[in-house]
Structures are given as C-alpha cells and as structure tokens.
C-alpha cells in the first residue's frame, strides 16, 4: 500500500481498487494505520470505526470477486463531523451533553448516500461545541489543528474535517456550514469545500444548529473529489422536510469544462475592505488566472452579515433553552454566553432579519443576471494562532470567533453555493481560500471554475507533510 495513493484523491482510491490493484482492506488498513499514527497531533478525530470499515472493505472486496460493478468512490476513506448520525455512535455534535444520548440506531442520508457509492466510513470528526465555532477548538475534546502548521487554528467550526483532509487521513470528509462552517477550515487547511445551494442536500440524520441557514457538504483535495461526492449525495428524501424537490444535476462529467465562456466578476466593496492584504491578494491572482477583470457589488452585505448573526443567535438560542436551564455549565462558557445572548433578543429583530433575506436575494439575482460567477475572499487573514482571542483588521482590533466569517457569513445568509478554492502564496506555510459563487442549484458552475484554477496551479490541496 502506497504512501502516494494514501495521499491521492479518493477517485485514484477507487480506480484502483476497481482495477484490482489493490484491495479495498489494504486501503482501510492503510487508513486506520495512519489515523492512529497522526491523530494524536491533529486532534481531528473523535470516535473510529474501525470494526465497521473493515468489514465493509472485505464486502467491497468479496463483491468484485463476483464481478460485481463497483460504485465511482469503491473503497475510498471517508469521515463526518460528529453532528452526523453513525450507527452505534452517540450524536456529540461537539458537546459534553450529547455524549449521554443513546448510540444513533441508524446512520444520517448522507452518510448512507456515500456508501452506496462506495466509499468507506472510517470515524467522526472533531468540532466546534454545537457548531457555533470558528476555530475548530473545542473546549470538551481539545482543539483540531491545523496539519500545515500544528500551531495555529484548522478554523471551525468543521475542523476536524478540516484537520482530517488537509492531514492525509481520509480524502473526503463531510462537514456542515451555517455560517462559513465549511469554507473557513478550507481557507485556514488549505482544502476545497464546497457549500451547496440551501436545501440541496439532506440534513435527515444530523444535529442542527440553526435549521433556516445549516447546510452539509464535502472537503475534498481535488474538485473532482468534491463533484465526485456531492454527486453521490444529491437525490431527494423525505427525511428532509425543507429539502428542496430540485432534480439531481450530476457535475462530476461538467467539471472538466472548466471555466471557458463564463461571466466572471470579483466582488468589490463590502467584500474588499476589513481584510488582510493576503486575502485580496489571493482574490485578485484568481481573477488574473481566470481573466475576470470586472468589479461588481452587491448592495447590502453588511446588512445581511447583521441579520445572519441575529438568525443565528436567536434561532440557536430557541434550540437549546432546555439544556441552557438545566445544564448550563456543561457548555463551552464561550457557546453558552452568546447562546444566551441570543435568547434575550427581542423576537421582532429576527422576524425582520428573516424579512430582509427576500430583499438581499433579489439584489444577488439581478446581479446574477449580468455574470456566471462571483469571487471573493474566503476569509478575512491566514489561520491565526491556535487560542488566539483577537486580530487587527482595518485597524480595528476584533474577537476572532465572531469575525472569522465576515465574508461567508451574507453568502450563507441567502443559501448560494459556493467552493472554497485554496491559494498559496510563495515564502508562505499557510494558505488562505477564495470563494467561487455561483447562483442557485449551479453547484457545477463553481465545480467547473474551482477546476480550472486547480489545473493551472492556481488553487491546490497538498497533504501536509507531518
């Protein structure tokens, strides 16, 4: 088993394991190995299954002895963010009170979804306390770091996706994105992550957070992992009441169009202000890459970024009144507070917060009527120093928790997809992600650019070396 195919993409896994160049056992061995080696210093995972993802290797295994036709992931690791339901597993969501629950006695859709195309589930993942996180630093199981420099942050609150993928330990691994979830521990690890439209995806079998803004969706090394995976997940379930009846639009055999012949614009005025010089810097060499010399705004962002946050605290705060009374001292003090905070908000903010939404995405589709796709920074600085508490931007000093998704935070706010797309700059040990925006359910136009940049250099995901 090579330390190469480890480090490849789960589609090359499959291939071979398809081929009969490997057995799918020699991968999952290979895995298990490696996590036991690594995890100690990444803090990514938080529950393995090792008995599981043995054994369904050697049915992998057994079923292309028989001939068997073999799913497009055959064989291929993955991991979820301990919010998803795993047969046997309490459901942590990051928390110390949900280690009581009893073990789920099924596994969430997506979960499903993935194995029926193959692939394997290896463990749960580390992550921010009920996912109102930033950091990727929990207070219960310590904090995911970030593989390309053990001392600063993975970003959260997905950082044990973030840690895993960016680590070499699993090629894909699920994550969940409320307000930048996915796209701030791919900015900060160097990976691609993809945020599907609001509602494409089902989030049957998972522990929400706020149910109006929570979305899932993969991390991967590579675009075609990602198109690979989110294929496999899409299709409708009735387990998901506010998933939307859209049809499945497979990207995977569209993302190699790259992006020839699309409108593409950067973001300008709200979304090139408040950052560090690093995260215009990475906007600005995507344009060059993709010839995208046009400026565009979309009126209203701050805004927007305000009443996520008011969705956010009141919604979260509705969820957990219960726990909040009777075990309060059993949260991170960090999540408690603002959970708290948000219950004491009058109802009638959210209600035009909610209101608002309607005005904003109207701004976005007309501003989708004069282009394809949107760039802007995925972040606001490079992953700072694990337990730091404030940064500088715009001369302002900043609680990091509350500010890492200064850019994620309005995209999320009206549900559009999104691939975070790493960049890396010569002379530096740590990356910083550019978000590819794509109106909704084009899922495969932000593919399609995240591809082209990845063929040119542009973004890439390498394993951090360890």
Excluded at 5 to 10: N, W
Excluded at 69 to 98: E, H, Q, Y
Aim: with cysteine; charged share 25%.
């Amino acid at each position: 088993m090579s330390e190469g195919l480890l480090d490849g993409s789960a589609e090359t896994i499959a291939a071979a394991v398809r081929a009969g160049e490997v057995c799918a056992r020699a991968v999952i061995e290979a895995t298990l190995a490696r996590i036991a080696e690594r995890n100690g210093k990444l803090g990514a995972f938080t529950d393995i299954t090792a008995a599981r993802a043995l054994a369904r290797a050697e049915a992998l295994d057994a079923a292309r002895a028989r001939g068997e036709t073999l799913g497009p992931l055959a064989g291929a690791p993955f991991a979820v963010k301990n919010l998803f339901d795993v047969k046997g597993l309490s459901t942590r969501a990051g928390s110390r009170i949900n280690r009581e629950r009893a073990p789920a006695d099924d596994d969430a859709t997506l979960v499903k979804r993935l194995e029926a195309a193959g692939a394997i589930l290896v463990g749960a993942l580390n992550m921010g306390e009920y996912a109102y996180d930033f950091t990727g630093e929990n207070a219960h199981d310590g904090p995911a770091r970030n593989p390309h420099d053990l001392g600063h942050m993975t970003g959260g609150s997905s950082g044990g996706s973030g840690a895993a993928v960016a680590g070499g330990l699993t090629p894909i691994a699920l994550g969940s994105d409320t307000n930048g979830s996915i796209r701030v521990p791919a900015s900060f690890c160097g990976l691609f992550g993809l945020k599907p439209t609001y509602g494409r995806l089902s989030r049957a079998g998972t522990f929400p957070f706020v149910a109006s803004l929570d979305h899932l969706g993969p991390f991967a090394r590579s675009a075609g992992d990602l198109a690979a995976s989110f294929d496999a997940m899409q299709g409708a379930d009735s387990g998901d009441a506010a998933q939307s009846p859209m049809p499945v639009l497979p990207t995977r055999g569209l993302v190699e169009q790259g992006a020839k012949g699309l409108r593409i614009a950067k973001l300008g005025g709200y979304f090139a202000r408040g950052g560090e010089p690093a995260a215009f810097e990475a906007v600005e060499r995507v344009a060059k890459a993709l010839k995208a010399e046009r400026t565009v705004e979309l009126p209203g962002a701050e805004i927007a970024r305000a009443a996520a946050y008011l969705i956010t605290m009141t919604e979260g705060a509705a969820l957990h009144l219960d726990r909040l009374r009777e075990r309060a001292d059993d949260y991170d003090p960090d999540v408690r507070d603002r959970l708290i905070a948000g219950a004491m908000l009058p109802g009638v903010w959210s209600v035009r917060a909610q209101k608002y939404r309607r005005l904003f995405r109207d701004e976005a589709l007309e501003l989708f009527g004069q282009v394809d796709v949107l760039l802007a920074p995925a972040t606001p600085c490079r992953a700072p120093v694990s337990g730091q508490k404030t940064f500088v931007l715009d001369g302002k000093e900043m609680l990091v928790r509350a500010h890492i998704g200064l850019f994620t935070q309005p995209i999320s706010f009206i549900g559009l997809p999104v691939v975070a797309a790493p960049v890396w700059s010569a002379g530096e040990t740590l990356p910083i992600g550019v978000q590819v925006i794509a109106p909704a359910w084009r899922e495969d136009l932000a593919l399609r650019v995240a591809r082209q940049l990845e063929r040119e250099g542009v973004a890439r995901a390498p394993v951090a070396r360890l």
